[in-house]
């Protein structure tokens, strides 16, 4: 990229640049911008990349929902983001938070360290065994279909997901995995597209969100959806945080006490 044209790093100390520190920073002469996740680009800033050289705004993300598109589009700028590269990370990290939650890993460490134990008891932080449970997920794409692979080979989980468009290639993996179980003596694993979103939480002991977050999306996980789950479910969320109602997952928690959640994400995050 030197070769061809001047590159500016940022290098305030500021972690989160406000609209205003942006505009400042793009100036009378910029012909394209990387951001962050954690930037509003919108109006404001593409009107200012506009008529600072109007070429492209790449965002440092899979997600693009703090770009308006309509807006870039209105002013001529190519916008570009990042699919694909934090695929396994991001399933790893769900399948991570599965497991922490399963087998009550952050509870117990918290309760030994606290100088709480005095023994061991049988039923003392037991946890959940994973195999042979259902998994379900909420958003089949590239991470939601990732995570279930690695949920169902890794422990042999049966799987029931809920996506607007049909995994085929998921389908077929977890078909081909229960085929080689069969062959060697095991239970087979099984898998099924639901035909709505309830019907996962009704059905599945652990449930990870993988949706984008849009209008339709936002507190997709509610009160009355958190209600559909089972008293010992387990709730992962590695997508976005306002795809969770954060208010009514506190209250649901004070009164199911044998559920849980994994989170990577928050509704209101800081920053």
């Not at 989160?16 to 942006?22: A, G, K, N, Q």
Request: proline fraction near 3%; glycine fraction near 8%.
């Amino acid at each position: 990229i030197e070769q061809d044209c001047r590159v500016e790093i940022c290098t305030e100390k500021k972690t989160i640049l406000s609209v205003e520190d942006i505009v400042a920073l793009i100036g009378d002469k910029c012909d394209g911008v990387i951001g962050q996740l954690t930037e509003d680009w919108g109006e404001v800033l593409f009107s200012a990349l506009s008529r600072a050289g109007r070429k492209a705004f790449s965002n440092m993300a899979v997600g693009y929902n703090n770009v308006d598109v309509n807006a870039a589009n209105k002013y001529g700028i190519a916008v570009g983001n990042t699919p694909g590269v934090l695929t396994e990370t991001t399933a790893e990290l769900a399948a991570s938070l599965s497991l922490a939650a399963a087998r009550r890993i952050v509870e117990a460490d918290e309760f030994m360290r606290a100088g709480r134990y005095d023994g061991w008891l049988p039923n003392l932080f037991v946890g959940n065994l994973l195999k042979g449970q259902t998994v379900g997920v909420i958003g089949a794409g590239r991470i939601g279909s990732a995570y279930a692979r690695m949920m169902v080979e890794g422990f042999k989980m049966n799987l029931i997901y809920f996506d607007l468009y049909q995994s085929t290639r998921l389908e077929k993996f977890v078909t081909a995995y229960g085929e080689f179980l069969k062959a060697n003596g095991e239970v087979p694993v099984t898998w099924r597209r639901a035909s709505s979103m309830d019907e996962v939480l009704r059905e599945a002991d652990v449930i990870s969100l993988h949706p984008v977050l849009d209008k339709t999306t936002f507190h997709l996980v509610n009160k009355e959806s958190l209600k559909a789950m089972k008293k010992d479910a387990i709730l992962i969320n590695c997508s976005r945080g306002p795809v969770i109602d954060e208010a009514a997952l506190v209250e649901h928690l004070k009164e199911n006490p044998m559920f849980r959640v994994g989170l990577d994400v928050f509704e209101d995050e800081p920053y």
